[in-house]
């Protein structure tokens, strides 16, 4: 150990600065490349989900559409519906609501509403 001398200790530290700045400057280096690459693949995945997304709304929002109107149209054929039913449909009709489902749907359940027949 007392043949250790100020240079030696010095190149030491010299080495393992830069070794450290070098591991240092590797992992920055990884980290920038990496996100670059990862970035748009990030992105193409969000526009997936959101395309998935809008579709099954699409596709929910049709087959609510669906059985309202033939709900309404059984309840204006005199078809009597349980009051499970009717509880249901209210269900099914505020989620159509909120996928933006508001047409001729709208009319003929106001209609009914008014009517006392849901």
């Known amino acids: ?3 250790i001398s100020l240079g ?24 920038t490349f990496i996100n670059k690459i990862l970035k748009p693949i990030d992105k193409k995945i969000e526009h997936l989900e959101q395309v998935a997304t809008n579709g099954r709304n699409n596709i929910e929002l049709e087959l ?10 059984d309840i204006q054929q005199g078809t009597h519906k349980s ?3 009717k509880k249901n449909i209210y269900e099914l009709y505020d989620r159509y609501q ?3 489902g ?4 709208h009319d003929g359940w106001e209609k009914l509403i008014k009517e ?3």
């Not at 609510?64 to 309404?72: A, E, G, R, T, Y």
């Open 102 to 105: 508001n047409s001729y749907v």
């Open 1 to 3: 150990m007392e043949n």
């Open 8 to 31: 030696q200790i010095a190149a030491l530290i010299t080495f393992v600065s830069i070794f450290i700045g070098a591991i240092t400057g590797i992992i920055t280096f990884s980290k």
């Open 116 to 118: 006392g027949k849901i």
């Open 83 to 85: 009051g499970i039913q």
């Open 98 to 100: 909120k996928l933006g």
């Open 64 to 73: 609510i559409k669906i059985i309202l109107v033939n709900f309404i149209n």
